[in-house]
């Protein structure tokens, strides 16, 4: 079993307003990924965890808020986002250094 | 320099006929590197993944490393349609679990 579940599949949101993008894996992976991705552009990074700690911030804005609560589990917590974020968000995981499986993505729309 | 670096513009190639794909990257002591095919509007699908010089097959896929020119290939045999997609290189940087990406390239099969 490769599955990298994200919910929800699509999300519009206000710049008022607070929401949050869930991953799940039972892959057993120790590191998780959060990625951007524009369209025709590559995957962005944004955080990375490794058993679960934060140990990748590639400098994104403070309304993108990573947590990951448990081995399984990674949300991205959105707040005051801005129409230049609306993207499709992806979350991998991997065991270490290895082969990084991705869930379907969160396609967010801020307006 | 950027990580990975994938150069080609969009390649057209008849159905049948092998396309090619190339990558290079910049950080030396990298150890694992991956082939990633996106569609349109879907997340990443890890397709290949290599760790030793050489090649390593796979149906009608070979992905080959060559560590000293810090070069890695895709090569796509007997290419059909649904072979039309992004493929993105991609490399976990040496000292980190950053899971850096090449910018893709567009394949396009025409029957």
Not at chain 1, 2 to 30: A, D, F
Not at chain 1, 62 to 88: V, Y
Request: hydrophobic share 30%.
């Amino acid at each position: 079993d490769t599955e990298v579940t994200q919910t929800p599949k699509h999300l519009v949101m206000g710049m008022t307003n607070k929401k949050s993008l869930k991953c799940e894996q039972h892959m057993g992976h120790r590191a998780m990924y959060w990625y951007k991705q524009k369209a025709k552009k590559p995957p962005e990074l944004m955080f990375v965890y490794s058993y679960e700690k934060l140990s990748i911030n590639e400098s994104v804005p403070s309304r993108f808020s990573p947590e990951c609560p448990n081995s399984s589990l990674l949300n991205l917590h959105l707040h005051a986002l801005q129409p230049e974020d609306s993207a499709l968000y992806l979350c991998a995981s991997s065991l270490d250094r290895t082969e990084a499986f991705f869930g379907q993505g969160t396609r967010l729309t801020v307006v | 320099q950027k990580e990975v670096e994938q150069n080609s513009g969009p390649l057209s190639v008849p159905e049948g006929a092998i396309a090619s794909l190339n990558c290079t990257y910049s950080d030396r002591g990298s150890q694992s590197f991956f082939w990633y095919r996106q569609y349109s509007g879907k997340s990443p699908e890890l397709i290949m993944s290599i760790y030793s010089n050489g090649d390593k097959e796979d149906g009608r896929f070979t992905a080959q490393l060559n560590k000293a020119s810090q070069y890695v290939s895709l090569l796509i045999r007997d290419s059909q349609p649904s072979d039309s997609a992004t493929y993105l290189c991609a490399v976990i940087v040496y000292g980190n679990n950053r899971l850096a990406f090449g910018k893709g390239n567009q394949v396009v099969v025409i029957p």
